[in-house]
């Protein structure tokens, strides 16, 4: 069998018998990446030294190494030491960190092998990968469509075979809407599992880090390796860490399928393939009824009034004085310090990233603070306690990820609102702070994927990760492949 259609489990494993060595894989995903990525310009950087980190690996003991010689893309939010880092950010094109974050430490330390850093929306902003300082990256069933955001780059890269394995971030649907619209698996455990430490920050109290793969079992495993308690990071948790991968049993689930999210504006065809899902999961002995949860409405204007907040905030810092893109002032020197921060923050950050600091400094300035940001923090709570209650009568729930598969390169992009109201079902989950996975469950009459929204309580992303691993057997998604690869 082709390695590329080997899951990283079974990489691992493979490795750690000698039947492969770490070697020859990065070799093989290597080629892979730099064939298909000119196609799909879904890796912002290709590692220059993964061939020399794989031979590390070969001589070293592999009995306690999870990720033995998987090789791994990661979305560019993620600090690796000696690798860009640019967040798809002219601001930040050219910044090399002189450290990992917790995450690419993590995987390193299990045994992985960082192939390469992904393409995504700038600063993790958008729901099309069009955002990008580098380009928008291309959904590899049909190349004239959107492979989602804003982790684009991580989901088309798995579809695409490029890696078993991407991590992505999901602020608002990053990992669950591309993972829809390229038809892999994707999940964003709760908030405070997976340390914050070293990814590019965005919208703090949402940011949430999490894997896309092509198999259930691989993201089971790699959540099992990311997540713990973070001393350098004080909202992760000391809960215990499940081992994951190892507890895909089945189990017969209380399933309570979102009544307001089924709504006419789903397209058919999705609703068609959800509605055989549900035939399914009964006929595994699941039960289902219907759940109505109150102000999931207002979820996504709370989401972006709240996102746009933070971010406006956490952006300040790139001020082009002590690390980033600087504006050449070169013949022109700037006549005060505001307009060198101002000539520099207008070259450096693109129009969304610019939309959204302007919005959210309005949202939090004076006089208008209590009217949008607090007002928008108390409906938070309410969409928080809203699913709480529902979620004390079922052990998950399901949605449709989008109301359509994804849309064409371009369609959206000069239409702001409409981008953000392709978050309508997703932004809620991070509003509550919940675990949410996207299941891919078949295809549209033009070949797009169709994907399954299961959402968790706290923690409990054992039972979304075993409902997705029954439920991933029935349809076998992962059996098909893309034409471009
Ligand atoms: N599409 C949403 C936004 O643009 C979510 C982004 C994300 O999850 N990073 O804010």
């Known amino acids: ?42 890796l912002i950087t290709i590692s220059e030294n993964a061939i020399e980190e794989a031979k590390k690996i070969d001589k070293k003991d592999k009995s306690s190494l999870p990720l033995a010689g998987v090789p791994i893309l990661l979305k560019d939010m993620f600090c690796t030491k000696g690798i860009k880092t640019t967040a798809a950010s002219k601001i930040l ?23 390469g850093k992904c393409n995504q929306d700038e600063f993790a902003m958008g729901s099309s990968n069009e955002t990008s300082f580098f380009g ?4 590899p069933w049909n190349l004239n469509y959107v492979p989602g955001g804003s982790s684009g780059g991580s989901a088309a ?12 971030t999901d602020t608002g649907g990053s990992i669950r809407q591309p993972a829809n619209f390229c038809g892999v698996f994707g999940i964003k455990p709760t908030y405070g599992r997976i340390s914050r430490y070293g990814i590019v920050a965005f919208a703090s109290s949402f940011d949430q880090a999490g894997p896309i793969s092509m198999r259930v079992q691989d ?57 055989e899902a549900i035939k399914k999961l009964e006929a595994q002995g699941h039960s289902l009824v219907e759940i109505e949860i109150e102000h999931l409405e207002l979820a996504v204007d709370t989401y972006y009034l709240l996102a746009m907040s933070e971010a406006s905030s956490n952006l300040s810092r790139y001020d082009g004085v002590r690390y980033g893109y600087r504006a050449d002032f070169r013949g022109n020197p700037p006549s005060n310090l505001e307009e060198f921060y101002s000539r520099t923050r207008s070259e450096g950050f693109g129009e969304e990233v610019k939309r959204r600091i302007a919005l959210g400094t309005y949202s939090l300035s004076s006089g208008y603070y209590e ?3 607090l007002q928008a923090a108390k409906v938070r709570r309410l969409i928080q306690e809203s699913f709480q209650r529902a979620l004390t009568q079922v052990d998950v729930l399901i949605s449709p990820v989008t109301t359509t598969t994804a849309f064409q390169l371009g369609e959206k992009l000069d239409d702001p609102l409409a981008m953000y109201f392709n978050d309508v079902f997703t ?22 994927p169709i994907g399954l929204q299961i959402i968790g309580d706290f923690f409990q992303e054992e039972k979304i990760l075993s409902f997705a691993h029954d439920l991933e057997e029935e349809f076998k998604c992962y059996m098909e492949e893309p034409d471009v690869i």
């Open 93 to 115: 094109k050219d910044f090399i960190p002189p450290y990992d974050s917790t995450v690419t430490k993590k995987l390193k330390e299990a045994g992985g092998i960082i192939l």
């Open 136 to 139: 928008a990256t291309k959904n």
């Open 219 to 275: 993201s089971a495993l790699a959540l099992e390796i990311l997540c713990g308690k973070d001393p350098l990071d004080s909202t992760t948790t000391s809960l215990t860490v499940p081992s994951f991968s190892k507890n895909l049993t089945h189990r017969k689930l209380r399933i309570g399928k979102i009544k307001s999210f089924f709504n006419e504006k789903i397209s058919p065809e999705i609703m068609d393939k959800i509605n």
């Open 371 to 373: 009217a949008y940001y």
């Open 1 to 42: 069998m082709e390695i590329y259609k080997l899951s990283a489990v079974e990489i691992a494993n493979r490795i750690k018998k000698g039947e492969l060595s770490a070697e020859e894989v990065t070799q093989h995903f290597l080629k892979r990446c730099q064939v298909l990525n000119p196609k799909l310009n879904a």
């Open 157 to 168: 890269s798995v579809a695409a075979r490029m890696a078993p394995l991407s991590i992505g």
């Open 427 to 448: 932004t809620c989950v991070n509003l509550a702070g919940l675990p949410a996975a996207s299941l891919p469950i078949g295809f549209d009459s033009k070949g797009l």
